[in-house]
């Protein structure tokens, strides 16, 4: 009969309190296969066990059938009036698969924080999605009921806050009164449900307050703590931060501070509020919060926060804007009351860095330079690249950053004689192959090599030269003949004397193949060792002579 009249007065506060309702988020109950680690629920034949330590209530549902228990050190059971519980197996109203173990394993459950707002969810519908509710709101509030279902295990983390207040708490489908609850804090089945519970104090409120939170300074601490690390950095350049809220966002403000806290203002600013999105068509675009908020020793603040629903495009902003413009506030409101509105800035993209910015300028410069040279390769002749340097577009420009030069011999001086005056370097050897055609390695083609030699040997006495005569192979022909002078003068005997006498010059053989003509004449340059130079001029021509 108490049973009766306890569930009947439970149903009576629900439909009462309904509207103002937070949930507690749970964990999955027994007969949910995610609360067991093998994935699937137990059989008739199998036992249950529960981790060493269970730091939550379980609440079994109306009937179990299993093999048995292995109950944790530390954990508790909660039973209904109704609950059945076979053991043993007997009537086997879930079947047993084969090769299933005879044992499974219940998961250890969560822990909720109260002051989360992660950890609950509201009962009104309209609360349930909307994004302008701040932080300090979505955890109960001084006068709304607490709901504890028995779905799955319960436990929560107070952590250890100096007043619970509440308007109700509804404990597995059981009314708790204030004086109960704070007899269960200190027992060990309330330690179990409530942790980090010895301090705290329970506080029901059954009237109205003013806010959700008398005193919501006192309570921004705490939620503040487990909000901060999960805010979002806002899409917009000033953003703002509403009274209860932890985190910036983007959006408006209007915020009205006030003598006392009428529900008559309050009324008349929603119905405002409502009628000018109707009248803009922003329905689908914006969500809207009214409350009071009780900031001691500031005072009370009537206050509206309007944002924009998807992501921040400034609607929230043009709108209050415009409601502020064609508003009178003062004809409004019941007393005195100071205006206050808070609008953020443009919007803007925080993940688009400094870095990025140049990344893509540097990209659009390397695809610019492509497309010119395309463009000055196919239209080298246009008007349009006059005005742009040529190292720009021209690749011929750039083969000195991009290949390795490779140098192949040094400079040679020509050696002509008379006034010229040439170094001689050790070890140089100049080959020409006429057979083949090839030029020996460090061997160099010099048009101008002989032109100078004749000019020289008809104006000045020579020290040194070797003539090769040809033979003359038809009357039509010219001889050909190949040169190969070594002029030194008076000032660089001093230096040859000093030179080793290791060079020389190689046998060439030029064929001069002439047309219409079987003759072939043939010159040969014998070897002309250069010895060390320590007499006078005669005996470096009778060696020259030889």
């Known amino acids: 009969m108490m049973g009766n009249i306890l569930k009947l007065l439970t149903l009576l506060m629900c439909l009462t309190y309904c509207a103002g309702n937070k949930r507690l988020l749970g964990n999955p109950g027994f007969d949910s296969a995610d609360a067991w680690e093998s994935g699937y629920l137990p059989c008739a034949l199998e036992d249950v066990v529960f981790p060493e330590n269970y730091h939550a209530v ?16 530390e954990g508790a059971i909660l039973l209904s009036d109704e609950s059945t519980i076979t053991l043993g197996g007997e009537m086997q109203e879930r079947e047993c698969e084969n090769g299933r173990s005879r044992r499974a394993y219940l998961k250890v459950p969560a822990t909720r924080k109260w002051y989360d707002p992660s950890s609950w969810v509201s009962t009104a519908a309209s609360q349930a999605q909307n994004t302008a509710i701040p932080h300090l709101e979505r955890v109960p509030c001084d006068n709304e009921t607490v709901v504890l279902q028995r779905n799955g295990p319960l436990s929560v983390d107070l952590e250890n806050t100096e007043y619970l207040r509440m308007g109700h708490l509804n404990l597995a489908g059981s009314l708790i009164s204030s004086s109960y609850l704070n007899y269960l804090l200190h027992t060990d089945i309330g330690q179990l449900l409530f942790k980090n519970s010895l301090d705290t104090l329970v506080q029901y ?37 509403p009274l209860e809220s932890c985190c910036p966002i983007c959006g408006s403000v209007l915020r009205f501070k006030m003598e006392y806290c009428s529900e008559e203002n309050l009324n008349k600013l929603r119905k405002v509020i409502v009628a000018s999105i109707k009248e803009q068509e922003l329905t689908k675009y914006l969500d809207y919060h009214i409350n009071y908020v009780n900031m ?28 502020n413009s064609t508003t009178d506030w003062s004809k409004l409101f019941v007393g005195h009351h100071q205006l206050e509105m808070i609008i953020s800035g443009r919007p803007y993209n925080p993940s688009i860095t400094f870095a990025s910015i140049l990344l893509i300028i540097l990209c659009l410069a390397f695809v610019s330079v492509v497309a010119l040279v395309i463009f000055a390769h196919y239209v080298p002749e246009h008007r349009y ?15 000195t950053f991009l290949l390795r030069p490779t140098f192949m011999f040094a400079r040679f001086d020509n050696l002509t004689g008379g006034d010229v005056e040439a170094d001689i370097t050790d070890g140089i050897t ?3 192959d006429a057979e083949s055609g090839q030029v020996r390695e460090r061997a160099f083609d010099n048009p101008m090599f002989g032109e100078k ?29 190949v040169v190969v002078a070594a002029s030194m003068s008076n000032v660089k005997q001093a230096k040859l004397g000093k030179k ?23 010159q040969e340059l014998t070897e002309i060792p250069l010895e060390d130079v320590s007499g006078n001029d005669s005996e470096a021509e009778e060696e020259t002579k030889e």
């Open 58 to 73: 379980l609440p079994l549902p109306a009937k179990v059938d299993i093999s048995g228990f292995v109950l944790p050190r």
């Open 205 to 241: 409120y059954h009237q109205d307050t003013c806010g959700c939170q008398m005193e919501a300074e006192m309570f921004m601490e705490p939620v503040c703590k487990n909000v901060m690390e999960t805010c979002e950095r806002p899409h917009c350049l000033v953003p703002v931060i």
């Open 296 to 323: 001691p020793p500031h005072g009370n603040f009537l206050q509206a926060i309007v944002v924009d629903r998807d992501s921040y495009s400034e609607k929230s902003v043009r709108f209050m804007n415009r409601l």
């Open 385 to 399: 690249l006059r005005y742009v340097p040529q190292w720009v577009y021209d690749p011929r420009r750039w083969r």
């Open 430 to 432: 100049i080959g020409y």
């Open 453 to 481: 030699l004749r000019e020289h040997t008809t104006n000045s006495p020579p020290t040194a030269v070797a003539n090769t005569q040809a033979t003359t192979a038809t009357t039509s022909s010219a001889a050909t003949a």
């Open 500 to 522: 080793s006498s290791g060079n020389k010059l190689e046998n060439v053989t030029l064929v001069d193949a002439m047309e219409d003509s079987d003759v072939e004449e043939e």
